[in-house]
T-cell receptor, first 113, second 111 residues
Framework: DAGITQSPRHKVTETGTPVTLRCHQTENHRYMYWYRQDPGHGLRLIHYSYGVKDTDKGEVSDGYSVSRSKTEDFLLTLESATSSQTSVYFC????????????FGEGSWLTVV | LAKTTQPISMDSYEGQEVNITCSHNNIATNDYITWYQQFPSQGPRFIIQGYKTKVTNEVASLFIPADRKSSTLSLPRVSLSDTAVYYC????????????FGKGTRLSVIA
């Protein structure tokens, strides 16, 4: 599992409230990613980071922001949650091998009611 | 980043060999081909990776033709527990390039 921990694992929140998901890694990997997964859509990249304070948008970044103030933590924030953001969110890191193997966390299930 | 194309779904009976092909016409010289397996309610996990020719491990084999524009994941004698979604990803140590997954292939193994 490459030392990846996601929190919370499950959360129910109300529409309009802010939500922050945390991804913590223990192996000093430079690259970190946030994906969401919904039925029929596969894995979609939200944001990614290539270093402390270095982040960029992915395929579906609207409504999300991220922060990486230290190497081990990559935070995903929904400023004002909407029902369309009900999903399972996966954090991932990129390995140091030549093929850039991706290692995923266990996922965070978010329900916006 | 090379875009990949895979079949959306496949069905197989237990005990059969399953071959899933991924097309990646724009693969770059330094790119590796990696396959992932995802079970429901879990994150994808690494199965196998290769650069050229054939790679085999305890789980699967990966066949890559000389032109590297496609690859085939081979699962020998599948069982019900191999029912999952399989993703093909092509990439290399290419700096800050984002890693985008396709929709994968949903394999259903039938008893």
């Amino acid at each position: 599992d490459a030392g990846i921990t996601q929190s919370p694992r499950h959360k129910v929140t109300e529409t309009g409230t802010p939500v922050t998901l945390r991804c913590h890694q223990t192996e000093n990997h430079r690259y970190m990613y946030w994906y969401r997964q919904d039925p029929g859509h596969g894995l979609r990249l939200i944001h990614y980071s290539y270093g402390v304070k270095d982040t960029d948008k992915g395929e579906v970044s609207d409504g999300y922001s991220v922060s990486r103030s230290k190497t081990e933590d990559f935070l995903l924030t929904l400023e004002s949650a909407t029902s369309s953001q009900t999903s399972v969110y996966f954090c991932a890191i990129r390995g140091r091998d030549p093929g850039n193997t991706i290692y995923f966390g266990e996922g965070s299930w978010l329900t916006v009611v | 980043l090379a875009k990949t194309t895979q079949p959306i779904s496949m069905d197989s009976y237990e005990g059969q060999e399953v071959n899933i092909t991924c097309s990646h016409n724009n693969i770059a010289t330094n790119d590796y081909i990696t396959w992932y397996q995802q079970f429901p309610s879990q994150g994808p996990r690494f199965i196998i990776q290769g650069y050229k020719t054939k790679v085999t491990n305890e789980v699967a084999s990966l066949f890559i033709p000389a032109d590297r524009k496609s690859s085939t994941l081979s699962l020998p004698r599948v069982s019900l527990s191999d029912t999952a979604v399989y993703y093909c990803l092509v990439g290399s140590d290419s700096g800050n390039t984002p890693l985008v997954f396709g929709k994968g292939t949903r394999l259903s193994v039938i008893a």
